[in-house]
């Protein structure tokens, strides 16, 4: 894609080169900007320049050799390069939650504004694209005017980013919406040219105070966090019947007004945002004085924290009542399939638990298991499928990777001690596994025995 209209782009810089920065400084320059990316990490600057990209993502380092090929895209570490180069600052950096609080830790965001502030010396645009607490937009405008020596000259907008991880790339150059917070026209006229070509493709645009594009992002997060945890309470109920909450879920998303999407029942949700995007809302709502009218976003993240609890309940169901010294392969780790990222990754913390309950627990994930190691070591990680259920008393399947969900029961039966399997994702055709002798649970699900005979590995199957 190179499709820049006929005036003068502006130059663009990324400040954070992490997952959404990353992303994003590649996705522009395989646009047709000039885009130069900047982080106080080295090692991540090295990489990239290298043509490497430092997570796991499908697509991306493919995208990465496209922009460098194209001499459009290059990285530094060195701030007033960044401030001399661009014309619109993309603010890229995290915003995690903060030590012993539920708040939003806004250090490196407020430190990329004034890093950027006391440098630039020309007419630009500073664009948030970090998810923060509504108000950051407007107190930082306020900081940078303090600060720069052009004072209200640089000014200061908000874009929120909403790529899902696995999917960067699609949601980068396809997203749904482009979302412009701005106090001026100018500010919207720079954001209009830097996204010219998604909006000259057609890509819905909201242009809206710098509060609302605060308040889209975490209330879209939040949205979609509580349909999880809806279907996943529903589940708590079908467990206290004989209720199915698969069949439940497949019934609900054939209403139009509901749809099926994000409405998958399992284990939760985790990952760098929607757990610590929900806690930020509800520790700034309360700020405000509205706090109530968000108090349901504590229970979501209940009904999501006890999912997991649940899965480790119902492996210590299948494993006799007590998990000392039981045998458990952990298949996933990552938060989702199709990423490496464990921050807050239910597989992960499922597996801890586990093993604090005494399981013998290895782990294997595709592509997390080395940041599941650097997070736990204690745990074993094995370098396959195979080798990890290889004489398993219980299989928990934990993150719905492809190769999980193909892999076949009998054969996986063959190598494991006991055919248990715990589906903490609704991610296996019970049926088959049942078919072949596996005592199969999955949370809100109603319990069936096997049909066959308990297996010692090596055993002969019996219809
Ligand atoms: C999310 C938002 O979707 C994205 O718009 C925002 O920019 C960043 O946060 P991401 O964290 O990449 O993206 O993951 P997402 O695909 O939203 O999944 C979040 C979690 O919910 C995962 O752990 C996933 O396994 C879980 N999930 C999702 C469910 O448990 N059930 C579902 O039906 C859907």
């Given amino acids: 894609m190179n499709t820049l209209p006929s005036f003068s782009a502006p130059k663009i810089t990324v400040v954070g080169t992490g997952y959404l920065g990353a992303t994003h400084a590649i996705c522009m320059a395989v646009m047709g900007f000039d885009v130069l990316g900047f982080d106080v990490d080295q090692r991540k600057i090295t990489q990239l ?22 001499g459009r895209l290059r990285f530094t570490s060195d701030l007033d390069e960044v401030a001399q180069f661009g014309d619109v600052h993309f603010i890229c950096v995290g915003t995690p939650q903060a030590p012993n609080s539920s708040a939003a830790d806004l250090t490196y965001v407020d430190a990329a504004f004034a890093g950027l502030a006391a440098r630039i010396s020309r007419k630009a645009l500073l664009v948030g694209k970090s998810t923060v607490p509504i108000g950051t937009a407007g107190r930082l405008a306020g900081m940078v005017a303090d600060i720069s020596p052009l004072g209200t000259e640089l000014e200061v907008a908000w874009n929120p980013e909403f790529l899902r991880e696995g999917f960067a790339v699609q949601d980068t150059l396809h997203p749904d919406r482009l979302v412009f917070g701005v106090a001026s026209e100018w500010a919207e006229s720079m954001l209009r040219q830097a996204f010219a070509p998604l909006l000259a493709a057609g890509t819905p645009l909201i242009v809206a105070d710098m509060p609302t594009a ?57 990952g760098g945002c929607l757990p610590k995007d929900i806690r930020a809302f509800k520790h700034r709502a309360e700020q405000l004085g509205v706090g109530q009218a968000v108090s349901f976003l504590g229970e979501v993240d209940s009904i999501n924290n006890r999912r997991r609890v649940r899965t480790v309940d119902l492996v210590r169901e299948l494993a006799g009542g007590s998990l000392a010294g039981v045998r458990v ?57 195979a080798s990890a259920v290889e004489d398993a008393d219980v299989v928990a399947l934990l993150t719905e990777w492809d190769e999980f969900r193909s892999a076949e029961p009998d054969y996986l039966g063959s190598l494991v001690r006991h055919r248990r399997m715990v589906d903490g994702r609704h991610a296996l055709d019970a049926g088959r596994y049942r078919a072949c002798g596996w005592e199969y649970r999955a949370l809100g699900r109603p319990y069936q025995a096997a049909p066959a005979r308990q297996e010692a590995k090596g055993s002969v199957q019996q219809r």
């Fill in 49 to 70: 320049a290298a043509g490497e990209v430092p997570f796991y993502e499908p697509g991306l380092p493919e995208k990465l050799d496209e922009a460098l090929a194209s």
């Fill in 214 to 270: 605060e308040l889209v992002k975490v209330a879209a997060n939040s949205f979609l966090a509580t349909k999880i945890s809806f279907i996943n309470a529903m589940a708590e109920v079908c467990e206290a019947t004989s209720a199915d909450v698969s069949m439940l879920a497949q019934a609900l998303s054939l209403d139009d007004r509901i749809g099926g999407r994000f409405l998958k029942p399992g284990l939760g949700f985790g």
């Fill in 329 to 385: 392969a952990a298949l996933g780790a990552a938060f989702k399939p199709n990423s490496d990222d464990v921050r807050d990754a239910p597989a992960l913390d499922v597996a801890r638990m586990l093993y604090l309950e005494g399981a013998v627990v290895t782990v294997y994930d595709p592509e997390a298991n080395a940041n599941a190691h650097r997070l736990y070591p204690d745990l074993n990680y094995a370098g396959s499928l």
